[in-house]
């Protein structure tokens, strides 16, 4: 009876056991799986920047990685694929000091898009580009594609292979597929050459000329008061940027001496330096393009080189129905397309500002006209400006509607307040005469002359 009673015990000890481990390893495999479809979630998480636009339309809504950290703020409208993948491993003591224990692997996606080359791929994103230029369909061939096109999206990805670990610093995907295609074209009668550059159209605010314009007009945090198109002042009204490099240079210098300055902060404080000194020099001796008041567009840096293209060039603008005639006034990054003066995007959209720009799309056409730059250069004539782009249109087969017509909208600067001339004093009659109240027989001038003193006898 006792042995019984034992083998009892003992039966219902083992069961529990088994039961008791049983619960324990079922719960471990039910947490192991939550926690997996936690961290490897079944589809992947998109998250989009989105770009800012004068008119907004309705987008269905985004998840976004919530947390301590925002992950969105770290990518530029790039669809994020993110998944944990763990493998098993030794002891975290072991596992700590191996650096391929605990690896990210950052590998960037990127199509690089093929330029359009015909007409009828212009038509696709700007419908009444073949009606406003009606010659166009002559000039387009395949083998028009610009070999900018491919650097242009060349230097892009070079960019992203250097910027990979700066997340924060890449591309948007915006930015990144800003040019539809870049086009050489020439007119098979006039000979007359164009170069084509279908984009969207960013904001330049630059610019400053207190010649014309003593108010500064900067807006933007990335405001310069300079643009590449410059002519010598003609004026000795300073510049009004003039006094805040001034300042700057005044803080870097000091700065700079401080002996408690750190290395490398000094180093950068004597580039610093070295920019605003030139900064000043450039501000007192020359006058610059307004981007407010003044129709310029902005060009990358490498297409002059590649297809002509410079500073002072005659330009087009077209956007729907509507040509605009402009200058080349800047320069801009190698890997950044479209981008015109505030006066042409307010024009064409009266919501732009510096960080807002009037057309997000890849429907804005730009035709450059290399080699028409007129030099030296000076203050802008629209007048002449209007004259010498219906001409350059009339060589390449003309346009069906006018040219918009720019006015200029720089006030005229105050009159200066003549300085009163001081009226002449009688001089004493001799023997008692009346006073000399005409005009003296001797030579006048513009200005009043002091009398010469008589000479001793």
Avoid at 2 to 21: P, S
Avoid at 223 to 251: C, D, H, M
Wanted: with cysteine; glycine share 6%.
């Amino acid at each position: 009876m006792r042995k019984f009673r034992l083998r009892t015990l003992r039966f219902f000890a083992f069961i529990l056991l088994a039961a008791v481990l049983t619960a324990i390893v079922l719960r471990w495999i039910s947490l192991e799986q939550w926690h997996r479809t936690q961290l490897a979630p079944e589809t992947p998480i998109e998250i989009e920047v989105p770009e800012k636009t004068p008119t907004p339309a309705p987008s269905p809504r985004i998840p976004v990685i919530t947390g301590k950290l925002d992950t969105a703020r770290l990518f530029s409208g790039i669809t994020v694929h993110a998944a944990v993948e763990p493998t098993p491993g030794g002891a975290a003591s072991d596992e700590r000091v191996d650096p391929q224990s605990y690896v990210l692997e950052l590998k960037l996606h990127a199509r690089v898009p093929t330029p359009n080359s015909t007409v009828d791929e212009l038509a696709k994103v700007s419908p009444d580009l073949p009606r406003l230029l009606p010659a166009l369909a002559t000039m387009v061939t395949p083998e028009s594609v610009s070999p900018f096109f491919k650097e242009l999206y060349d230097t892009k990805l070079r960019n992203l292979k250097e910027n990979l670990v700066r997340l924060d610093q890449l591309l948007s995907r915006h930015n990144f597929f800003d040019c539809q295609t870049v086009l050489n074209l020439r007119h098979p009668e006039s000979k007359r050459r164009a170069v084509l550059l279908q984009a969207d159209m960013d904001v330049d605010a630059d610019g400053s000329d207190s010649d014309r314009l003593p108010a500064g007009s900067g807006q933007s945090a990335n405001f310069k008061p300079v643009t590449s198109y410059r002519w010598p002042k003609k004026s000795q009204i300073p510049n009004s940027y003039l006094g805040p490099a001034e300042e700057r240079l005044k803080r870097y210098e000091s700065e700079l001496a401080v002996k408690t300055t750190a290395p490398d902060r000094k180093k950068e404080l004597k580039g610093a330096i070295a920019a605003v000194r030139d900064e000043i020099e450039t501000l007192k001796k020359f006058s610059f393009l307004i981007g407010a008041t003044d129709p310029y567009i902005v060009l990358p840096s490498g297409l002059g080189k590649a297809d002509g293209g410079k500073v002072g060039d005659y330009a087009l603008v077209i956007f729907g129905d509507r040509i605009f005639p402009a200058i080349v006034g800047d320069i801009g990054p190698p890997d950044k397309a479209g981008e015109a003066s505030l006066r042409i995007a307010k024009e064409i959209n009266p919501l732009a500002t510096p960080n807002n720009r009037p057309v997000s799309d890849l429907k804005v056409t730009y035709l450059i006209f290399p080699g028409t730059a007129e030099t030296p250069f000076a203050p802008p004539d629209l007048e002449k400006l209007q004259a010498r782009s219906d001409a350059l249109v009339k060589e390449i087969g003309g346009a069906t509607v006018p040219l918009h017509h720019w006015e200029n909208i720089i006030p005229p600067l105050p009159s200066p307040t003549p300085t009163p001339t001081p009226s002449p004093t009688p001089a004493p009659s001799p023997s008692g005469s009346p006073p000399v109240t005409g005009p003296s027989p001797t030579s006048t001038f513009a200005f009043p002359v002091a009398s010469p003193t008589p000479l001793p006898k």
